[in-house]
């Protein structure tokens, strides 16, 4: 069975502060896609970020890095210098690659980690 | 630009009622999810689809079904609502064609209130 565990449930930073959200997973895959995604107040998920399980290369977008450690399980997003428009639930998610028919496609998420940053 | 549609943004229903919420996607992806999305739990998968007329449970059918007889539609049934469907319900598509694969896209969410 697949799991993903945000243990922060709410996290509040003031404006320009660094935060980093936190997300461990567990699969018996081999070959797996970790997302991360975003959730305004107005509701719509968005996606941020797709990394698949053979590449630990870290990944920085403007403001935003990824950290993905393998040996850890873990896959850990930063926001560098935040913004009060950061605020929202994050969600990180996992998904197997390996053949499974139709359950493969879907997503398993982990609770999701609710940042408010203050002016 | 590429859409996931769902009906209604609020809903409020009564005790008993058969309450549709319905989902459109016009990207022709394969896949079609309904999930609910509450404080605390996250979001937990109800149903899927991968292709038109199937469809699989998810991790909490119960009170649910679905019906997909085209393609881009995706319909979430409660039944005999209860107060306890009292949630977001968010729909969400994807394609296993692999190119551009961002896992789902979601739609806005209906917020649905049984009183």
């Not at chain 1, 305004?40 to 290369?57: A, W």
């Not at chain 1, 850990?76 to 998904?95: E, G, H, K, M």
């Not at chain 2, 769902?6 to 229903?13: A, C, E």
């Not at chain 2, 609502?81 to 694969?101: I, V």
Request: hydrophobic share 30%.
């Amino acid at each position: 069975a697949q799991k993903v565990t945000q243990a922060q449930t709410e996290i509040s930073v003031v404006e320009k502060e660094d935060v980093t959200l936190d997300c461990v997973y567990e699969t018996r895959d081999t070959t797996y896609y970790l997302f991360w995604y975003k959730q305004p107040p107005s509701g719509e998920l968005v996606f941020l970020i797709r990394r698949n399980s053979f590449d630990e290369q870290n990944e920085i977008s403007g403001r935003y890095s990824w950290n993905f450690q393998k040996s850890t399980s873990s896959f850990n997003f930063t926001i560098t210098a935040s913004q009060v428009v950061d605020s929202a639930v994050y969600f990180c998610a996992l998904r197997s690659l390996v053949y499974g028919g139709g359950s493969n496609y879907k997503l398993t998420f982990g609770k999701g980690t609710l940042l408010t940053v203050n002016p | 630009d590429v859409k996931v549609t769902q009906s209604s943004r609020y809903l409020v229903k009564r005790t008993g009622e058969k309450v549709f919420l319905e989902c459109v996607q016009d990207m022709d992806h394969e896949n079609m999810f309904w999930y609910r999305q509450d404080p605390g739990l996250g979001l937990r998968l109800i149903y899927f689809s991968y292709d038109v007329k199937m469809k699989e449970k998810g991790d909490i059918p119960e009170g649910y079904s679905v019906s997909r007889e085209k393609k881009e539609r995706f319909s979430l049934i409660l039944e005999s609502a209860s107060t306890n469907q009292t949630s977001m319900y968010l729909c969400a598509s994807s394609s296993y064609k692999g190119r551009g694969d961002y896992g789902y896209t979601f739609g806005s969410g209906t917020r649905l209130t049984v009183v």
